[in-house]
């Protein structure tokens, strides 16, 4: 079952607004295209190539039942999505966050970020975690810059070496 998202982030001077993501039809296409787009310019670069290039309508429509999802708005246009997991535990994983290319480096991931951590500290989570491939160092970077911290290397299925990092900060 999806977390309860409360409340809306609206991050003064950006003119941005992370609110709570919709499961209607619209608001998933739109999911949809955003992280295809973002993900984009990973295709051929990265082995194994990203999985989010493959999502659908159905893929994130499945995903809001099971996950939340937060989105960032500027100008009335989606710019930014993330999803949240609550894990066994209690930790809060982070995934598929994508943010729009002529958005980056405008705060759309800082204020997505946030509004995940102010999230998994009303669910009273100890900690979020998310993976990281290893081939980002920009990535691996801007989620140091956080405050997470590198932790256990994985491997993809079917790779004999480690492709991506998991990454946690802790909430205490």
């Known amino acids: 079952m999806a977390m309860l998202l409360q409340g809306r982030g609206d991050v003064p001077g950006l003119g941005l607004a992370v609110r709570p993501m919709r ?17 984009a310019e990973h295709v051929g670069r990265l082995d194994p190539p990203p999985g989010a290039i493959g999502e659908t309508v159905e893929s994130i ?3 809001l039942g099971r996950e ?17 997991q609550r894990r066994e535990g209690g930790d809060v994983y982070v995934g ?16 997505l970020m946030a509004e995940a951590e102010a999230e998994a500290r009303r669910l009273g989570a100890a900690r979020l975690t998310l993976g990281v491939r290893l081939a980002l160092d920009g990535n691996r970077r801007f989620f140091a ?10 491997a ?12 946690t900060k802790a909430l205490g």
């Open 96 to 111: 598929r966050v994508a943010v729009a290319r002529a958005h980056r480096g405008t705060g759309v991931g800082r204020a």
């Open 145 to 154: 810059s956080l405050g997470f911290v590198e932790g256990a290397l994985h």
């Open 23 to 39: 499961d209607d039809a619209a608001e998933v296409a739109a999911v949809v295209a955003l992280i295809r787009g973002a993900f």
């Open 61 to 63: 429509t499945a995903l």
């Open 68 to 84: 939340s999802g937060l989105v960032a708005e500027a100008g009335g246009a989606m710019v930014g999505c993330l999803f949240l």
């Open 156 to 167: 993809h299925p079917g790779y004999d070496r480690p492709t991506w990092v998991e990454m």
